[in-house]
């Protein structure tokens, strides 16, 4: 061994290398075989709950440590129940249709060549992710049923709950007869060891962040295979002048109330102004009583006394707490405009019962979730009847939206003939 | 003004801006506008032709100054009857169906919330090619009718033909009463305004480079936003030991001669040893008198006396020439396996009547499109139905094959409710 360097660098390495030979052997295995896996992994899970609290409460121990504040503390304590809710999932995910060789299209051409559009796995997946050691279980249920092969990196404060996760997937995995390497997880805290792995993008076809903003950045950034990721969720509930008033309180307190934490939760009101003076006040009420605290332009303070003068600042923020940015806006084009220049595409909603108001809203708003009276919280894989997923994407390439099975895979085209040649 | 470079960035960053700007008023316009730009543009070209004819000697004079190839000005070159075609060529994309606001799915959850899946434009396209003027118009077409606002790059030597193509476009836009930015030029031959747009992310989605292996790494490298692109089509055909004989060298010379310089041109012959004696010696004669030069393995030597030996460096090539390289191979396996390792993922072909051979084939090969008894040829969007194209993606992200028009959108989730919340 010629340096700690040297043997970070091959270390990563023969993770990227064995994970890609795992996804060529995974690729081509039948459904029923990962099932099996996943149902397997499920009851191991269940069997083996003493190691697993043995293994987490090594990291509870180690988290003052890491100044982990009380709620994070929290997210990464397991106990039985919340095993069980993971077991739980995968078996959810064993029930979901096979994404893999599914047909996807079809076209029979003049020729007699029939052309099939079916889908593939994309490979190689590096999910880094930060915190809750159950994202640990989900990603790589989902990674081997769409035949991905998955390198996990999960925080430093999760790293004893984490390998021991990995070893009961993993041990898993070869009682099945699948490649153990098609779940890896990488055993060094060394913060270098992710940008090493970011470069391999002959071995490792998609990267997914999952943490906060500074994290998602920095993969993005550094990554030389293409990244799935969501920077922020900073959500509209816009108000039409042809608002069921009700109906927007009741959407708007649930968008920012209901978990105010999560990248579906509403920042940032917008009203139109001529129903301003009958729903700002209501609306001021109820959110100070679910003690939200109110930013907002002058002509929201003039029918909110409470709220404080907003900057742009809180109109671009993704609060992920109890704050809500307020604007009064002249007509459905500012509103447009407003969420154009300060939201982040993630998911907005519009109030009315004006038809040509929803479709315009609808069509002209670019955000991965556009809802029609109903909440933001709905853009969630679960909610739009997708299944579980690994995340929310807000970019365009190359999934949007709730990222399950579906959109952890590719496609090919499959052509059959029996002797087509090419004229011209 | 301040320099040069200042100015080159101001242009470059002004090009992309008023892309953005165009990009956000052609998502929303009606199918029908786009389609009557695409038939007045149709029009004007063939009214214009004497303009554009006159552009066109322009750069086939100044040919000489970039030592073009003859077969380089011949590409180059116009006349009406290649801007009939142009124009032929817009008026196909008139017809085919609008994907934006197109329905892909659709569910109505239990809560009565209805999650519709809908096209949508990517936004801006920056399009990096070489040579034929044909293209300007081509991509132009494709972008605008799919919504997305273009920015061309074409090669400093068709220049003053693309100025003229792109005013007739822009002046067609303009006409309809859609923005002239949604199709831009860049007006300087600067080589550096392609690295500076590269790195314009904020304004622009998608980067499509089209040309030689080293433009599109090139482009791959300094690109900050995604890049759709394939570097090489290393195609394979692969003749099994159960292969009617016949049907493989028809197939087998059209894949290698019918037009050896396209992407989607045989590369390399792959020969089950228990056929062997009796294909390699019948194709050997007939690839010499289709004057293909070959390079084969030790078997395949034995059988085709005039083969020189192939190397590693062979095996990997894309020779777009008449070359081809052999390799004589133990079974399937190890087809799949030589494929894996020397292969672009473009497209391949198995001749077999072997259900079970052409199956693991299919699944095992993890290329863009394999071919089942048929020629490498039809990897094509005309050619697999699928209407006109940009290019044809190796990439898995986020479009794999023939890129057209759906290629060219993403996707939004729309869901209409009557006053939905969340409950957990």
């Given amino acids: 061994m010629k340096s700690l360097h040297m043997d970070l660098t091959s270390y990563c390495e023969q993770l990227a290398r064995n994970a890609k030979a795992a996804s060529r052997r995974l690729a081509i295995v039948n459904g029923d075989r990962k099932n099996r896996w996943l149902l397997a992994a499920a009851q191991a899970l269940e069997t083996r709950t003493p190691e697993i609290l043995a293994a987490n409460a090594q990291d509870i121990a180690r988290a003052p440590e890491f100044q982990l504040s009380a709620a994070m503390v929290d997210r990464l304590r397991l106990d039985p129940e919340r095993i069980r809710g993971m077991a739980q999932g995968l078996r959810e995910i064993a029930a979901l249709p096979d994404p893999i060789g599914n047909v996807l299209g079809s076209n029979v051409r003049p020729n007699g060549l029939k052309v099939l559009k079916v889908g593939v796995p994309l490979g190689v997946i590096f999910f880094i992710y930060e915190s809750r050691p159950n994202v640990t279980v989900d990603a790589a249920g989902l990674c081997v049923k769409s035949g991905n092969a998955i390198i996990l990196r999960g925080g430093k404060e999760a790293i004893h709950s984490n390998q021991k996760l990995h070893q009961i997937l993993a041990d898993g995995l070869e009682a099945v007869d699948l490649p153990r390497d098609a779940v890896q997880l990488v055993s060094t805290t060394d913060r270098d060891a992710v940008g090493k792995l970011l470069h391999l993008n002959q071995w490792i076809d998609l990267a997914i962040p999952r943490g906060g903003e500074s994290l998602i950045r920095r993969v993005a950034q550094d990554a030389r295979m293409p990244v799935l990721k969501h920077y ?32 579906n939760a509403a920042e940032s009101l917008l009203v139109h102004r001529e129903i301003a003076s009958a729903f700002l006040p209501r609306a001021g009420v109820a959110l100070v009583e679910h003690k939200v605290e109110l930013r907002g332009c002058p002509r929201t303070r003039e029918q909110i006394p409470q709220a404080k003068a907003a900057t742009d600042a809180d109109y671009a923020a993704e609060f992920a707490d109890l704050i809500l940015s307020i604007k009064v806006v002249d007509n459905l084009d500012e509103a447009i405009e407003h969420i154009a220049t300060f939201g982040s595409q993630h998911t907005e909603a519009i109030i009315t019962n004006d038809l040509s108001a929803a479709q315009k809203f609808t069509t002209a708003v670019d955000s991965a979730a556009v809802m029609v009276n109903a909440s933001t919280r709905f853009n969630d894989g679960f909610e739009f009847g997708l299944g579980a997923e690994i995340g929310i994407s807000t970019d365009k390439f190359h999934a949007r939206g709730p990222c399950g099975l579906q959109e952890l895979c590719s496609y090919k085209y499959i052509a059959i003939g029996d002797g087509q040649i090419r004229g011209a």
């Fill in 232 to 263: 922020l969720g900073n959500c509209h509930v816009y108000v039409d002048r042809a608002a069921d008033l009700d109906m927007a309180l009741a959407i708007l307190i649930n968008a920012k109330c209901q978990r105010p934490g999560v990248c």
